[in-house]
Structure formats: structure tokens, C-alpha cells
């Protein structure tokens, strides 16, 4: 049985945000990130921010998965933040490092501003 996750899209001009709400796991991690991946698909002239706001869960699948994202991003010389975690989620990002190579901000408003 697949967990519910629902991802929210909002495009403002160059900048794509990605919001996730329940969970991210085994069951829809790679589903879910199969439509992000089709929705940035050539990773050019991306400004992203996954804005984590209501996520309640989130396994080390889902984690690889935003490192790849990144990965992809900061490759073609763009930018991703990540933004409005729980501190659950901070911590578990924190543990694996993705903080370390990921801007993380408190609030989306900030990653936009300072992505313009």
C-alpha cells in the first residue's frame, strides 16, 4: 500500500516550488520523484526550492533523491534551497549532512529573495 505524499507545484517566472505534504518513503518516493524529475527534466535555467513545510516523514530513499536533484542542479550552475522544515526534518537532514550542501532557509520567502 503506497503512503500518501502530495507534491504542489507553483511556478513564479525562472523560479519552480515544489511543496510536499505527509510523507516520503519507500512506498512513493520514486514515483514521486519520477514526476519531479519530468517536470525539471533538462535541469537548465532551474531555480528550485523544495519547501518541506508539511512533511512529516521522510526515509533515506527520498533523501537521495534531493541529492540528486542538487546534484543535477548546481551542475548547470543553478540554484535549489530548501526550505520551512519541522525540526524533525532538519535533524534528520542535519544527520545525513545534506545541510552541509544544500542551502537550507527557514522561510520560502527568504530563498526567493535571495535567489533574485
Same mark, same amino acid.
Do not use: Q
Given at each position: 500500500?503506497?503512503?500518501?505524499?502530495?507534491?504542489?507545484?507553483?511556478?513564479?517566472?525562472?523560479?519552480?516550488?515544489?511543496?510536499?505534504? +505527509? %510523507?516520503?518513503?519507500? /512506498?512513493?518516493?520514486?514515483?514521486?520523484?519520477?514526476?519531479?524529475? &519530468?517536470?525539471? *527534466?533538462?535541469? !537548465?535555467?532551474?531555480?528550485?526550492?523544495?519547501?518541506?513545510?508539511?512533511?512529516?516523514?521522510?526515509?533515506?530513499?527520498?533523501?537521495?533523491?534531493?541529492?540528486?536533484?542538487?546534484?543535477?542542479?548546481?551542475?548547470?550552475? +543553478? %540554484?535549489?534551497?530548501? /526550505?520551512?522544515?519541522?525540526?524533525?526534518?532538519?535533524?534528520?537532514? &542535519?544527520?545525513? *549532512?545534506?545541510? !552541509?550542501?544544500?542551502?537550507?532557509?527557514?522561510?520560502?520567502?527568504?530563498?526567493?529573495?535571495?535567489?533574485?
Amino acid at each position: 500500500m503506497e503512503t500518501i505524499i502530495e507534491v504542489n507545484k507553483k511556478e513564479i517566472d525562472w523560479l519552480t516550488i515544489f511543496t510536499f505534504s +505527509w %510523507e516520503l518513503d519507500e /512506498t512513493n518516493a520514486d514515483k514521486t520523484f519520477a514526476s519531479i524529475y &519530468e517536470e525539471i *527534466w533538462d535541469f !537548465t535555467d532551474k531555480k528550485i526550492i523544495l519547501n518541506l513545510k508539511w512533511l512529516k516523514y521522510m526515509n533515506s530513499k527520498s533523501i537521495g533523491y534531493i541529492a540528486d536533484v542538487f546534484s543535477n542542479i548546481e551542475d548547470n550552475n +543553478w %540554484e535549489m534551497y530548501i /526550505t520551512d522544515c519541522s525540526e524533525w526534518v532538519k535533524d534528520v537532514l &542535519e544527520l545525513v *549532512w545534506i545541510t !552541509t550542501i544544500i542551502p537550507i532557509v527557514d522561510k520560502e520567502e527568504n530563498a526567493i529573495k535571495s535567489m533574485k
